[in-house]
């Protein structure tokens, strides 16, 4: 145990502290988002938090596992309400009963999370596959949500890389172009729906060779190839596994609650 780590806790902590430190650290208030994101708390409990589980999405199947796992508060990247307004039946019904069932709070972080400098998905992401960011890309209303930076390595190594990574996480990884024979100079890194008509022009202007996303339409594997873009789909799921994980982390260490990462892979 470091000396800044809290002991272990023998009751749970309030669920609004809990809260207000992850709004704080995340910037939830300051970060725009798409309108069904309701980044925050979205359900909350009654007995405050002891465990933590973390998860890229809010399901039926997640929030069983975190039952499973004796956790109180679920923290996901992708939260409840992305149809907007919609009749508590059916999939929604039992997500909420499940929730309150077993009195399991719910937190969802979207672009807060994609975002930040050191837990967000697209700075965990370049790490992981041995890149270093040292700018922001992929601009969203005055935020920078994903990373850039350069480099001098083959870009068949770098596809293995991202190979090897979505594997893990139950994904694959597709590219605009073969990758082999060429270099990997100048790359981008936007996780998730990362490739989209934004994206690219901004990658063209910025000179990026290589771009590192989680999925995209159709019409930006045809753009990219007219552009001379090598595009890595490596997967929404696995490209959105690390952010949480780190932000689980981040609770354990400031709150010393117990953490654990529910992996369930949507192979998208």
Same mark, same amino acid.
């Given at each position: 145990?470091?000396?800044?780590?809290?002991?272990? *806790?023998?009751?749970?902590?309030? /669920?609004?502290?809990?809260?207000?430190?992850? $709004?704080?650290?995340?910037?939830?208030?300051? !970060?725009?988002?798409?309108?069904?994101?309701?980044?925050?708390?979205?359900?909350?409990? =009654?007995?405050?938090?002891? *465990?933590?589980?973390?998860? +890229?999405?809010?399901?039926?199947?997640?929030?069983?596992?975190?039952?499973?796992?004796?956790?109180?508060?679920?923290?996901?990247?992708?939260? #409840?309400?992305?149809?907007?307004?919609?009749?508590?039946?059916? &999939?929604?019904?039992?997500?909420?009963? #499940?929730?309150?069932?077993?009195?399991?709070?719910?937190?969802?972080?979207?672009?807060? /999370?994609?975002?930040?400098?050191?837990?967000?998905?697209? %700075?965990? @992401?370049?790490?992981? #596959?041995? #890149? !270093?960011?040292?700018?922001?890309?992929?601009?969203?209303?005055?935020?920078?949500?994903?990373? =850039?930076?350069?480099?001098? @390595?083959?870009?068949?190594?770098? +596809?293995? =890389?991202?190979?090897?990574?979505?594997?893990?996480?139950?994904?694959? %990884? =597709?590219?605009?172009?073969?990758?082999?024979?060429?270099?990997?100079?100048?790359?981008?890194?936007?996780?998730?729906?990362?490739?989209?008509?934004?994206?690219?022009?901004?990658?063209?202007?910025?000179?990026? $060779?290589?771009?590192? &996303?989680?999925?995209?339409?159709?019409?930006?594997? %045809?753009?990219?190839?007219?552009?001379?873009?090598?595009?890595?789909?490596?997967?929404?799921?696995?490209?959105?596994?690390?952010?949480?994980?780190? /932000?689980?982390?981040?609770?354990?260490?400031?709150?010393?609650?117990?953490?654990?990462? /529910?992996?369930?892979?949507?192979?998208?």
């Amino acid at each position: 145990m470091t000396a800044d780590r809290p002991a272990r *806790r023998p009751t749970a902590v309030p /669920l609004d502290e809990v809260v207000r430190a992850l $709004d704080t650290e995340l910037r939830t208030a300051e !970060v725009s988002d798409y309108p069904g994101a309701h980044n925050g708390l979205q359900v909350a409990n =009654r007995r405050g938090v002891s *465990r933590v589980a973390t998860a +890229v999405d809010a399901s039926r199947d997640t929030i069983r596992a975190a039952a499973d796992a004796g956790a109180d508060l679920l923290v996901v990247h992708h939260g #409840l309400f992305w149809g907007g307004v919609q009749p508590i039946r059916g &999939v929604t019904y039992e997500r909420l009963r #499940l929730l309150f069932d077993h009195d399991i709070a719910l937190y969802s972080t979207h672009l807060p /999370l994609d975002a930040h400098p050191t837990l967000g998905n697209n %700075v965990q @992401l370049a790490h992981a #596959l041995g #890149l !270093v960011p040292t700018d922001g890309f992929a601009q969203h209303k005055g935020f920078a949500i994903g990373v =850039r930076g350069d480099a001098d @390595l083959d870009t068949a190594d770098l +596809v293995e =890389r991202a190979q090897r990574y979505a594997a893990s996480y139950g994904g694959t %990884v =597709r590219t605009s172009l073969p990758p082999h024979g060429r270099r990997t100079t100048r790359w981008a890194l936007c996780t998730g729906g990362g490739a989209n008509s934004d994206s690219l022009r901004e990658a063209d202007a910025l000179g990026v $060779d290589t771009l590192i &996303v989680g999925e995209g339409p159709h019409h930006t594997a %045809v753009d990219a190839i007219e552009h001379d873009l090598c595009i890595l789909y490596a997967g929404h799921y696995a490209t959105e596994t690390l952010g949480v994980q780190a /932000l689980g982390a981040w609770l354990d260490h400031t709150f010393a609650l117990p953490h654990q990462f /529910l992996l369930h892979p949507t192979g998208l």
